[in-house]
């Protein structure tokens, strides 16, 4: 009496398949749906810089320029013999500027050139006498970052770097270290 109808082969997996495919776009449609909330930042203003780099009393045989605003620093003459330590005791300090004491870490961000030559770059940070924090740099002994270091109001740290190339080194070796310094807080 009643006659079914066949269905053709694979034809239930192209149903099956369409239906997967409506749910995907059904799906996909949905997961699209966002809110979109504001805010309004005004006025930003500008203040002194708290933590500056200030000049040391090697700062001038080292090639040291401070930007404007005391808050970046370049070296520009710093060198070193083969086989033998060059110590600029004082580089370049970094002043605490605010009453209150202030954290920061120097760290190492990126260094490049013929570091294979190099047996160290050492880079430390001293208040008077005791050094504070990790030694960073290049080399054996050094991490990647001094870690969090105080300074106390009005206080100075004294940055002093330290080079050893090896005795292989040639006058046209070099190396390039790019440094952050953070300052917690306000």
């Known amino acids: 009496m009643f006659l079914r109808r066949r269905r053709r082969k694979g034809q239930a997996s192209l149903e099956i398949l369409a239906l997967l495919l409506i749910a995907l776009a059904i799906a996909a449609v949905s997961a699209a749906v966002y809110n979109i909330l504001y805010a309004d930042i005004s006025p930003v203003t500008v203040e002194g810089a708290k933590i500056q780099f200030i ?5 001038e045989a080292a090639g040291a320029q401070i930007g404007t605003n005391g808050t970046y620093i370049k070296f520009n003459s710093i060198s070193g013999w083969p086989n033998a330590t060059r110590i600029y005791t004082e580089i370049a300090k970094i002043k605490n500027f605010d009453s209150s004491p202030r ?7 990126s260094s490049s050139g013929n570091t294979d030559k190099l047996e160290y770059l050492h880079i430390k940070l001293f208040s008077g006498s005791n050094q504070v924090g990790s030694t960073i740099g290049i080399g054996p002994g050094a991490s990647g970052s001094t870690g969090d270091v105080t300074i106390s109001g009005g206080g100075v740290l004294r940055i002093q770097l330290e080079v050893k190339w090896r005795a292989g080194a040639l006058t046209t070796d070099s190396v390039s270290l790019t440094l952050r310094l953070t300052a917690l807080g306000e």
């Open 55 to 59: 000049l040391g009393e090697d700062s």
């Open 103 to 109: 954290t920061i870490s120097l760290e190492v961000v």
